[in-house]
């Protein structure tokens, strides 16, 4: 995101959390203020000065030993901003949520982010909302950890049927239309869903990946829903449990939408499924 905002000429100011500061090692000349979406003081110091806020926290897991929770980061952490984005005279506001959020969503993480999607929505702001699919691109947390468990493993779980559909995108696509859409007044009060051509189940999903990593056939195995419901209510606070029963609730609905607005909007030009994941792990 930071290379895309500043390939479009803009001068980027990160608030950075103490103790994050390496995360942003190697990014060049990019002004760093320390602080916390979790903490109202400052934000407006934090703020004053810049010509557009764009709000990108949100946590995929709960963490509530660390006060990391889905209402704390997705909904009071997006109000904290929000105020902060109106008391520093700031117009432009573009907002990170999340494809599949909705009203009536089944999972606490897409019921979060369809409260903070409202509270931009009522901000009185100049808002664009992006909706990511999956995102994956060099180093990810998805894709390049399917290709780590391919390597490895002789056998793949899959848990439950594993063909709900999903549309991953390429990471320098949503970073682009993000870069892109602050000086885009046409994006101004419109809410896109960033996602790629493709709609996959997480099947097809295993197999393309297994083809970029040499696999030239991968053998599955599957754990039922059934199994891993009461598993996952007793364990899923354990760091190394994959799966929390809300990520489970998530895995039974297809997580797609119609990327043509989001393609044409910011003249993007996607690529194959298969040729992109290939790209990244070759």
């Known amino acids: 995101m930071i290379q895309a905002l500043r390939a479009e000429g ?6 950075v959390r103490r103790g994050s500061e390496r995360d942003l090692q190697g990014l060049g000349a990019i002004e760093r ?29 709960e963490q509530p030993a660390l006060n990391a929770t889905f209402e704390r980061v997705h909904v009071q952490g997006t109000m904290n ?7 520093a005279g700031v117009r432009r506001y573009v907002h990170m949520s999340a494809l599949g959020t909705r009203p009536g969503a089944r999972s606490r993480y897409h019921q979060t982010k369809w ?30 950890m399917l290709a780590r468990m391919l390597r490895r493993l002789p056998v793949v779980p899959v848990i439950g049927s594993g063909r709900a559909r999903l549309q991953p995108v390429p990471v320098e696509h949503v970073a682009e239309a993000f870069a892109r859409s602050v000086r885009m007044a046409t994006t101004e009060k419109q809410t896109f869903d960033a996602a790629g051509c493709d ?10 990946v297994g083809a970029a990593v040499g696999r030239r056939r991968v053998r599955k195995v599957h754990v039922p829903l059934g199994a891993m419901r009461p598993l996952a209510r007793l364990l899923h606070r354990l ?3 994959p799966v929390t029963p809300d990520q489970l609730r998530m895995l039974e609905e297809d997580n797609t939408g119609d990327p043509k607005p989001f393609l044409s909007t ?13 790209h990244i792990l070759a």
């Open 10 to 15: 803009h001068i980027v100011r990160c608030l």
């Open 33 to 61: 203020i320390e602080g916390d979406v979790l903490v109202r003081g400052g934000l407006d110091a934090d703020i004053s000065g810049c010509d557009a806020v764009v709000h990108l926290v949100g946590i995929i897991r």
């Open 81 to 87: 901003v929000l105020d902060a984005t109106v008391e």
């Open 115 to 144: 409260a903070a999607e409202e509270a931009v929505r009522s901000s009185g702001l100049a808002w664009t909302i992006f909706r990511p699919s999956i995102i994956y691109g060099r180093g990810d947390g998805f894709v390049t």
């Open 199 to 208: 709609a996959v189940t997480m099947l097809e999903l295993l197999d393309i």
């Open 239 to 241: 760091p190394g449990f």
């Open 266 to 278: 910011f003249g993007l030009t996607p690529p194959a499924l298969a040729a992109g994941i290939g």
